[in-house]
T-cell receptor
Framework: DADVTQTPRNRITKTGKRIMLECSQT?????MYWYRQDPGLGLRLIYY???????NKGEISDGYSVSRQAQAKFSLSLESAIPNQTALYFC????????????FGPGTRLLVL | DAKTTQPTSMDCAEGRAANLPCNHS???????VYWYRQIHSQGPQYIIH???NNETNEMASLIITEDRKSSTLILPHATLRDTAVYYC????????????FGKGTRLHILP
């Protein structure tokens, strides 16, 4: 089984709808991250969490919120989806310390109509 | 903004060594150099990292210049499966530093 899983893998929604993307990990890592990727723009950090209840904004947090209620789960919400949030979303985890290696999930492809 | 500069794209013949350069002229003393790659919309995959010494693992080698202002990722015998976007990242592995991926280098392995 994959160490970092994301659900759903694909999602189509309409403008104004609230949606939630889920991320779960079995690696026992404290740190979790949400990124989005748009064609030609690389990965951009949305939010990150270094522990349960710890939430930090990344480069592009506007229009998003997150929840970290358990070590293994980190959820990303779009409160009112808009078309320019159409993107590929990745969750990642890391254990921190010197070996700050991030492990990524398979991604969620989101289309906002 | 990313702290690194990489070429937008590179080609390499299959079976040859692929040498991917990265400039990080503003790197500070406690920052590490990390390399990841992303194969066609899959999640990025960690390759290797280093501080100032050259590093080698089963995937690649990392050569860091003595002044640490640049580095080179070497894939010793490139295969078609190495076609991907390669990201060079500079980061301090502690609470205050976020990893910024940048746009990376698109490596094409040619048959």
């Amino acid at each position: 089984d994959a160490d970092v899983t994301q659900t759903p893998r694909n999602r189509i929604t309409k403008t104004g709808k609230r949606i939630m993307l889920e991320c779960s990990q079995t690696k026992g890592h404290d740190r979790m991250y949400w990124y989005r990727q748009d064609p030609g723009l690389g990965l951009r950090l949305i939010y990150y969490s270094f522990d349960v209840k710890d939430i930090n904004k990344g480069e592009i947090s506007d229009g998003y919120s997150v929840s970290r209620q358990a070590q293994a789960k980190f959820s990303l919400s779009l409160e009112s989806a808009i078309p320019n949030q159409t993107a590929l979303y990745f969750c990642a985890t890391s254990q921190g310390g010197v070996q700050e290696t991030q492990y990524f999930g398979p991604g969620t492809r989101l289309l906002v109509l | 903004d990313a702290k690194t500069t990489q070429p937008t794209s590179m080609d390499c013949a299959e079976g040859r060594a692929a040498n991917l350069p990265c400039n990080h002229s503003t790197i500070s003393g406690n920052e590490y150099v990390y390399w990841y790659r992303q194969i066609h919309s899959q999640g990025p995959q960690y390759i290797i990292h280093g501080l100032k010494n050259n590093e080698t693992n089963e995937m690649a080698s990392l050569i860091i210049t003595e002044d640490r202002k640049s580095s080179t990722l070497i894939l010793p015998h490139a295969t078609l499966r190495d076609t991907a976007v390669y990201y060079c990242i500079v980061s301090r592995p502690n609470r205050d530093d976020k990893i910024i991926f940048g746009k990376g280098t698109r490596l094409h392995i040619l048959p």
